[in-house]
Each structure stands twice: as C-alpha cells, then as structure tokens.
C-alpha cells in the first residue's frame, strides 16, 4: 500500500474534534523522544531498536542508504504503522498505540499525496475540515500557510497545474496548517531538480526555524542533512549508528560505515602510509578525507597522478602509488595525469573492528 492510499483511506475516517486552538492532545514542550522501536517485516528486523531524543525545535535528519529502515521508522513515528515494540512520546504524551490523526504530529509524504480533483487551497484546507475547525478560522489558517510556504497566487490552481516543486509546498502547508508540534517529512526534495532541491530545502529550514517545530527529515542525501539538520541520525540495517551535528559526524565519524557514507574518503595503504603520523595495526582500517591530502615536492612520499576530476571550483585528483588510492582536493592548477608528486597527509581516522579509535592531531 502507497503512502497516498494510506493517507486517502484513513483521513476521511478521522473522528471528528473540536476547535484545535485548545486541542486536548497539544504537549507542553513539544519534544519527540523514541524508545526501543522495532518492526519485523517479511521476516526480517527492518526496525532493530530506535532509540531518539529531538528536542523542541529541533531538526533531526534520519540519514541512511536504501533499505535501511528510514520509512518504517517514520511510519511508526507518526502512526500509520504499527510497532512491534517500543515507545514513542511527544511532549509528555505516550502516543505509541494512537492512530496519526491522534498524535500531535503532521506527515509530509514523499510522493505528495495531493488530491487531483481538489484546489490547493481545498488541498491545504482538507485537514482542518476533516477536524471540524469552524471555517472562518480555517480559510484564515489555510491563506497563513499558503502565505508561509509563497503560493498564495496559486491557491485556486489544482495540483496537475503547478510544477514539482509547488506541489511539494503544498504538501508541506498542508502539514503546518495543522499546527503540529512535530513535522515528519519523507524524503521532502527526491522527486525535484537539483536547483529546485536547494531551494525548497532552504524554505523548509527558515520555516521550520521561524515556527520551532520539532522536525524529522528522512533522506538518503548526505548534502541535504549537512546543510539542514541539528543534528543527524545515520541510520544502517535499521539501527541508528551514531547521532551527532553535522560537523561533529562529519570530523569524527564513530564508525567505519559513517565515514563512508558522510563526505568522501579514500582508505591509505601501502606507502601512503609514510605520509601520515599514526603507526596502525595490521588489521586497522585507516581513512582520509581529500582536503587532508597535499600534494608537495616537500614530501618523500611519492606518487602518480593518474585522474583528474573537475569538481568546479576545485578539482579531484586520484593519486596512486604501488597500487593504493588516494584522493586529494585541489584548487587552482591541477597538476596533470602522468606528472609524479610528492603528498603529504594530515587528520586521518583510524578504524578498529569498524570503531573509531584514533583521529589524529
Ligand atoms: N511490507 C513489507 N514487507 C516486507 N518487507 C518490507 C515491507 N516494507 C518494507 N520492507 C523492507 O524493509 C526494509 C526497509 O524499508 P524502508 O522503506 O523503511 O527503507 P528506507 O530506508 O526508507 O529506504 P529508501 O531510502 O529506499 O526509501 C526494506 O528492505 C524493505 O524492502
Ligand atoms: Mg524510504
């Protein structure tokens, strides 16, 4: 089943409610805290034990490769899936056996979910209607969020009549008018352009910053969670691998899989090795990012450029000696394929058993 069916099949179902400005489930402090959550699907621990604490106002990003548990997660976070075990908490409120429609939190799928026959502005409206929210407080709610999100031109065009990345603001009014105290988003930009992504990437974050909802955004895009995110959950065989800002995960990945998945880097080896400071053991994985890497006639340590990348304005150059790899940012005049230089190495991370043990300087 589709997240739009889903969504088609459950919302019209939704019990009726009062007026929402005092709605008995809204939460003191608007946090999201996961406890143990898991799901079994197919036989297998899609799911093997969540554990997340996002604080008010918070954005989260749940970071992972495909397959790795992130829409399960979600899912169950929000309430269209059922857990297996597990607790999930907004605010002060347990809301692990609550429908979506009870759950102070609001959805935006990843295919849009936008009903074709109705206007945007009947589209962003839906949710308030379904929760009998007197309709003069409603057209005024619906014209705030399709003010926020910059469509109000387009408030009487249907979805077919607006590009990707209009429809995708809808969706995301259609999750704020409902003034939730915690925003789940599904893969929010993977259907737009890469300039496109960017900007609607952008918009999400002042949005979700100006309003302080707490927010989690799951994505496969390790740009888009750097550039977003609080902090950033990196998800792996659906377990959370390490949690941490940006910049912390991106310095100090925990774990071997992390630094792979975050930013590039090339493992040295083999006489690449006199370059750095550390003396590993035999067994240990060490790691380097580009920019850690000089290319020096200073340096003893001798190699072949054998590509050159243009990356704008940089460029990636692939250096081998002996048969190792290495890869090193370059700015300005790239040196050419065949030319012999010397490199040198700075921070490298030294993996044991796949654990970080040792990040040098
Ligand atoms: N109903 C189901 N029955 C069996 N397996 C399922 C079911 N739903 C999902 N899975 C499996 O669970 C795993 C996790 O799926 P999920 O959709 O959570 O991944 P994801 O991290 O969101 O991946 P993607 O980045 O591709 O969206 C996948 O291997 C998927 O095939
Ligand atoms: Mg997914």
New binding site residues.
């Given amino acids: 089943m589709t997240d739009a069916t889903i969504l088609a099949e459950r919302e019209p179902r939704l019990p009726a409610r009062t007026d929402p400005a005092v709605r008995p489930d809204a939460t003191p402090d608007g946090g999201l805290t996961v406890r143990g959550l898991r799901k079994t ?2 036989g ?1 621990d ?2 093997a034990g969540i554990d997340l604490d996002v604080a008010k106002g918070e954005l989260v990003s749940l970071l ?10 979600l899912r169950m976070v929000a309430g269209f899936l059922p857990a297996d075990g597990g607790v999930v908490t907004m605010g002060d409120r347990d809301v692990t056996t609550l429908g979506p429609e009870r759950r102070p939190s609001a959805m935006v799928f ?1 295919n849009y979910a936008l009903w074709p026959h109705m206007t945007v502005t009947q589209n962003v409206a839906f949710p308030l209607r379904t929760r009998r929210v007197p309709r003069q407080q409603a057209t005024e709610r619906v014209r705030e969020a399709l003010e926020l999100v910059g469509l109000t031109h387009h408030a009487g065009s249907k979805p077919t009549a607006i590009s990707g990345g209009e429809q995708q603001r809808v969706a995301l009014a259609r999750a704020i008018v409902q003034e939730p105290d915690v925003l789940l988003l ?2 929010p930009l993977s259907n737009l352009d890469a300039k496109l992504r960017v900007s609607v990437r952008d918009e999400i974050r002042r949005i979700q910053q100006r309003l302080g909802i707490t927010t989690v955004i ?1 994505t ?1 895009d390790q740009d888009e969670a750097l550039s977003v995110s609080d902090r950033i959950a990196v ?1 792996h065989d ?1 377990r959370i691998e390490q949690i941490a800002a940006p910049a912390e995960l991106y310095a100090r990945p925990a774990t071997g899989f992390v630094a792979s998945f975050i930013g590039s880097t090339s493992v040295v080896a083999g006489r690449f090795l006199a370059a750095t400071s550390v003396v590993p053991r035999a067994d240990d994985a060490v790691l380097v990012r580009p920019e850690q890497v000089t290319l020096t006639d200073g340096s003893p340590v001798r190699a072949t450029v054998v590509r050159v990348l243009m990356r704008g304005h940089f460029a990636e150059v692939v250096l081998a000696a002996d048969g190792a790899e290495l890869r090193a940012f370059v700015t300005g005049v790239a040196p050419a394929v065949g030319t012999e230089t010397g490199v040198r190495i700075g921070d490298v991370l030294v993996y044991r058993d796949g654990v970080l043990v040792e990040a040098a300087r």
């Fill in positions: 699907l197919g297998r899609v799911v992972g490769p495909s397959g790795c548990g992130k829409t399960t997660t990843q599904d893969e799951v496969h998800m659906g």
